[in-house]
């Protein structure tokens, strides 16, 4: 059993898949160590276990929406796709998107999955509770404002298996989608903040490599201000739909071209409707504050090289501050740098320590689902509450029930697993 990029085989057999609350806590109960599992989507261990693994994607719990409190309760397996769907029946929204929406709700907010938009938080600012099924057994509700509620969102699956998250909405919201491509380098670094706010969210794509950027996808909301005109800066607009990695089609990602739609095909890069069953790459990310992102894009410009052939493409996101404890972008405005790699594991991690070390000096913050070497040592010194969470984690789980070797090494205490 693996992982959706096939480059993690999980160290058990045994997945359950309940259908109701009490069958999450037997299985919880019954096990010595337990980890709730998503859609797999994440490319390392951090999902992992040598017990038993717990999918929600049987649980039945409907999406509920409340007008008059403008949130939705959505049960913990449900893909951003589906809550997409339901949410636009109603006339609602979520404020941002990641770039897959075939990804489980609950396993996004865990390792704080972002879009992207200088305006725009990590998709776990909109949880407003968290149901969680603890170490016990017993069903807790954690709302905003309550004591630990800033780790719980943000939690890696170490507090317990999540059931069900209520997220705030929005209304509705049309967009629009176009694609620059040869935007040149030193006019994006002149004018970073400009290119980067052009619109709602932007993705600029690039190997680093080269004199321009290879592409910025600018996706505005429909009645906002028009922004930059990337053209002016001297970019191409494209005339035809494009993908981000050359010589691909283009069948698989969400209208280009200017033409408005919803929210819900147009944030993600990839349609909702092109189900892609696994994967033939690996991810790393990094987060700097967002001050550092011209210093950070320069530094990796000087190293492009070391790593040009693992690297498919790069794209560089902004995201707003958020409060949880282990959130990427907690408690500060951030870019972060993507790498989406060839699927070559060891290259991959061959080349990794060089781009740890350039990023260094801004005080670079791994992605919690995808692949890094920091050891826990580093992250403690890149998060204030690193060890609060830890401490957090002991109390809810004093067993260490939800606890395993990826956790261990990077975020709970050093202690070996019995
Ligand atoms: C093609 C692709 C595109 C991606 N795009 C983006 C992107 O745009 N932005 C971004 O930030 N990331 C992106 N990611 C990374 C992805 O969003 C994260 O790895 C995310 O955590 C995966 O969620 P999952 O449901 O697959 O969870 P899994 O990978 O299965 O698990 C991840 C973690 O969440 C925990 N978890 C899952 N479900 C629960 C639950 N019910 N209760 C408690 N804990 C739980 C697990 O225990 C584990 O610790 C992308 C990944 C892929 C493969």
């Given at each position: 059993?693996?992982?959706?990029?096939?480059?993690v085989e999980y160290s058990t057999t045994d997945l359950r898949r309940p259908t109701?609350?009490?069958?999450?806590?037997?299985?919880?109960?019954?096990?010595?160590?337990?980890?709730?599992?998503?859609?797999?989507?994440?490319?390392?261990?951090?999902?992992?276990?040598?017990?038993?693994?717990?999918?929600?994607?049987?649980?039945?719990?409907?999406?509920?929406?409340?007008?008059?409190?403008?949130?939705?309760?959505?049960?913990?397996?449900?893909?951003?796709?589906?809550?997409?769907?339901?949410?636009?029946?109603?006339?609602?929204?979520?404020?941002?998107?990641?770039?897959?929406?075939?990804?489980?709700?609950?396993?996004?907010?865990?390792?704080?999955?972002?879009?992207?938009?200088?305006?725009?938080?990590?998709?776990?600012?909109?949880?407003?509770?968290?149901?969680?099924?603890?170490?016990?057994?017993?069903?807790?509700?954690?709302?905003?404002?309550?004591?630990?509620?800033?780790?719980?969102?943000?939690?890696?699956?170490?507090?317990?298996?999540?059931?069900?998250?209520?997220?705030?909405?929005?209304?509705?919201?049309?967009?629009?989608?176009?694609?620059?491509?040869?935007?040149?380098?030193?006019?994006?670094?002149?004018?970073?903040?400009?290119?980067?706010?052009?619109?709602?969210?932007?993705?600029?794509?690039?190997?680093?490599?080269?004199?321009?950027?290879?592409?910025?996808?600018?996706?505005?909301?429909?009645?906002?201000?028009?922004?930059?005109?990337?053209?002016?800066?001297?970019?191409?607009?494209?005339?035809?739909?494009?993908?981000?990695?050359?010589?691909?089609?283009?069948?698989?990602?969400?209208?280009?071209?200017?033409?408005?739609?919803?929210?819900?095909?147009?944030?993600?890069?990839?349609?909702?409707?092109?189900?892609?069953?696994?994967?033939?790459e690996i991810q790393s990310e990094y987060l700097v504050p967002a001050e550092h992102?011209?210093?950070?894009?320069?530094?990796?410009?000087?190293?492009?090289?070391?790593?040009?052939?693992?690297?498919?493409?790069?794209?560089?996101?902004?995201?707003?501050?958020?409060?949880?404890?282990?959130?990427?972008?907690?408690?500060?405005?951030?870019?972060?740098?993507?790498?989406?790699?060839?699927?070559?594991?060891?290259?991959?991690?061959?080349?990794?320590?060089?781009?740890?070390?350039?990023?260094?000096?801004?005080?670079?913050?791994?992605?919690?689902?995808?692949?890094?070497?920091?050891?826990?040592?580093?992250?403690?010194?890149?998060?204030?509450?690193?060890?609060?969470?830890?401490?957090?984690a002991r109390a809810v789980d004093p067993d260490g029930r939800f606890r395993n070797?990826?956790?261990?090494?990077?975020?709970?205490?050093?202690?070996?697993?019995?």
């Open positions: 059993m693996h992982n959706w990029a096939a480059n109701t609350v009490d069958e999450v806590s037997d299985v919880v109960t019954s096990s010595r160590r337990v980890k709730a599992l998503g859609s797999r989507h994440s490319f390392n261990r951090v999902a992992d276990t040598d017990g038993t693994l717990v999918s929600l994607d049987r649980l039945d719990v409907p999406i509920e929406l409340d007008a008059e409190a403008g949130t939705v309760r959505v049960g913990a397996g449900t893909t951003h796709a589906v809550l997409a769907a339901e949410l636009q029946r109603h006339g609602r929204a979520l404020p941002n998107l990641a770039s897959l929406p075939h990804i489980s709700v609950a396993g996004a907010v865990q390792t704080g999955t972002h879009g992207s938009g200088v305006g725009n938080p990590a998709l776990s600012a909109s949880v407003a509770a968290v149901e969680i099924v603890r170490a016990d057994g017993s069903l807790e509700v954690v709302r905003r404002g309550d004591d630990a509620f800033e780790a719980s969102v943000v939690g890696l699956g170490a507090l317990g298996v999540v059931t069900a998250l209520v997220l705030d909405t929005v209304p509705t919201f049309d967009v629009v989608q176009t694609v620059h491509s040869a935007l040149p380098w030193r006019t994006a670094l002149d004018r970073f903040d400009d290119v980067v706010g052009n619109a709602y969210s932007v993705s600029l794509f690039t190997r680093y490599t080269g004199d321009s950027v290879d592409q910025v996808w600018s996706k505005s909301r429909v009645g906002d201000p028009v922004g930059l005109d990337l053209a002016d800066l001297g970019a191409v607009p494209a005339e035809v739909a494009v993908h981000m990695l050359p010589d691909t089609a283009a069948d698989a990602v969400t209208p280009q071209l200017g033409v408005p739609g919803p929210w819900l095909d147009r944030l993600p890069h990839f349609r909702a409707d092109f189900t892609p069953s696994a994967g033939e992102a011209v210093a950070a894009v320069e530094a990796l410009r000087a190293i492009g090289h070391r790593f040009a052939d693992v690297l498919f493409v790069s794209e560089i996101r902004t995201i707003a501050a958020d409060d949880a404890w282990l959130s990427p972008s907690g408690g500060r405005a951030s870019v972060a740098f993507h790498f989406t790699w060839r699927r070559l594991a060891d290259e991959v991690l061959a080349v990794l320590p060089f781009v740890e070390e350039a990023l260094a000096p801004f005080d670079a913050r791994p992605h919690w689902g995808k692949v890094a070497t920091l050891d826990r040592a580093t992250l403690r010194e890149r998060y204030p509450r690193l060890d609060d969470f830890a401490a957090h070797e990826h956790l261990s090494r990077t975020v709970l205490e050093e202690a070996p697993l019995d």
